[in-house]
């Protein structure tokens, strides 16, 4: 039997929240219930963050009460107690908490020290607990920051064993600037695999740098077997025209399915969301491998 | 000390073949002159192939003239005996020969079976070897043929084996198609390398899929430190838009480079070689990661 990889899709929330275009709740849920039709099991649906700062997450509430009743794992980010608290009144339970593995992007984003993002997702955490609400930890720049240069890779390995120690469901590494080679990736994911065990670790990439794939084959050799990527390549900032986003969502179901692995994902529906993605934001650029792809799916 | 890589361009070859725009004697030498100022130092720089067949690569005894007294590897590929004296006589010391890993790729290519092709290569390489020529082994569809679908690896095995042993310099293993993924690369080229060592091992990767940088790090990962690339990514059929050609030099240097390798590639020059083969053949796609690494060079 094949071995199984979990791919989350984080279109819905790490792709549309880079968009110019804001999408309506009936869009948004246009796009995830494509996503589930093709199988995707796991979506990040959202974000409970300031709707001033984030218009294009206002009303992920809407988005919950949409998918109420339907299957599939749907996560949602929430960037303190505040966010916790409406996220779970919402009927949110699943939480993604981003930390930071840089003193100069927790300045640059929260405005606050390391620590103190780590204090307060800590009691978070705990509160989660006892909720009995899953959480996500994604560790963010966790190869390199654009403020503060290179990640020591203990960095990231300290801040991954207090989490889980403390009882996070996953931890998700995060190249959030699309820096990291396959050799780093390789040496600190086999780390991570050797001490927790590949149930509690997936990666998140971007392919910036055209590393994505290899990045995540450099995952997968070190035991990685749960990835994030965005539909449809979403999240490529509108303001920087050819910059890149996640790895896209059909690029990577297709080498991993092609490698042997089982992703449950229907890849000619995947198409179908990916087309759905591009229609609602005007700004999908579509996989790397879509040319090729398109003609092996019959769609060209 | 860093390891090396090193990093054949085929562009001058792979890639001007495939254009529609025939170049000059004179516009082959800049775009092969400019790879070796940026420290390039192993150029495929054309082919001794019937002109009516293959008009791009017609004059390659002018590039050869041309690149007298030039430091630098320059191969020049050769489809039988009368091109290997064509090739010698012209001044060439370094040849490359195409094998195919499959009957339906010989038959279409060039009307032959796979036996009468390797039984032609054997009788050229013997002379190669009286004459002290330097030959390379292309296995072209090594992992899967457009015609007879996938390639057993025994068989890619058993060719590199029976010709290393007869006395070939380097066996080069040729995605032809782009259909290769990193598990398949990963195994194969371990097999090889443990085979037969690092030195006479090369890979060949095409971007159709996206996988190529992907597929550049498993080969790596198996001890592969000799790869081909095209200088822009030339190489795409002209006929066929979108379509990937070679993984591009400046993303598969970007990547090992960072990655700790030494090329001895200067990566600024390089990118002077890319938009001359941009600015040459009018279809020079640019490298996957063009965006990002033009402003990392601070070309934009």
Same mark, same amino acid.
């Given at each position: 039997m094949s071995q199984s990889v979990i791919v989350t899709d984080v279109g819905p929330r790490d792709g549309l929240q880079n968009q110019t275009r804001i999408l309506s709740s009936e869009q948004r849920l246009q796009l995830i219930n494509a996503l589930s039709s093709a199988g995707v099991g796991h979506v990040e649906v959202g974000a409970f963050v300031s709707p001033k700062v984030v218009?294009?997450?206002?009303?992920?509430?809407? #988005?919950?009460?949409?998918?109420?009743g339907h299957q599939g794992e749907y996560s949602v980010l929430i960037p303190n107690m505040k966010g916790y608290e409406l996220a779970t009144a919402a009927g949110a339970n699943r939480v *993604?908490? @981003?930390?930071?593995?840089?003193?100069?992007?927790?300045q640059a984003n929260v405005n606050r020290s390391r620590e103190q993002v780590e204090e307060a997702a800590e009691q978070i955490l705990v509160r989660a607990l006892e909720d009995k *609400?899953?959480?996500?930890?994604?560790?963010? *720049? /966790?190869?390199?920051?654009?403020?503060?240069?290179?990640v020591a890779p203990n960095t990231v390995v300290e801040i991954a064993g207090k989490f889980l /120690?403390?009882?996070?469901?996953?931890?998700? #590494?995060?190249?959030? =600037?699309? %820096?990291a080679n396959p050799a780093q990736v390789r040496s600190l994911m086999a780390k991570l695999v050797e001490?927790?065990?590949?149930?509690k670790i997936a990666c998140h990439f971007h392919d910036t740098r055209a590393m994505g794939l %290899?990045? *995540?084959?450099?995952?997968?050799?070190?035991?990685?077997?749960?990835?994030?990527a965005s539909i449809g390549g979403l999240g490529g900032c509108p303001f920087a025209?050819?910059?890149?986003?996640? @790895? /896209?969502?059909?690029?990577?179901?297709?080498?991993?399915?092609?490698?042997?692995?089982?992703?449950?994902?229907?890849?000619?529906?995947? %198409?179908?969301?990916?087309? =759905?993605?591009g229609e609602l934001t005007g700004n999908a650029p579509g996989g790397r491998a879509k040319t090729w792809l398109n003609r092996h799916l019959g769609l060209t």
């Open positions: 218009p294009a997450m206002a009303g992920t509430d809407a #988005i919950l009460q949409g998918l109420e *993604v908490m @981003v930390l930071y593995a840089s003193e100069g992007m927790a *609400v899953t959480v996500l930890i994604a560790i963010s *720049v /966790a190869f390199e920051c654009p403020f503060s240069g290179p /120690a403390i009882g996070a469901d996953e931890i998700v #590494i995060s190249d959030t =600037i699309g %820096a001490q927790h065990g590949s149930e %290899a990045n *995540v084959f450099a995952a997968l050799e070190s035991g990685v077997r749960k990835f994030d025209p050819g910059a890149s986003g996640n @790895v /896209a969502t059909e690029d990577l179901v297709m080498m991993v399915e092609q490698m042997g692995f089982d992703t449950g994902i229907d890849q000619l529906k995947l %198409a179908e969301a990916t087309r =759905i993605a």
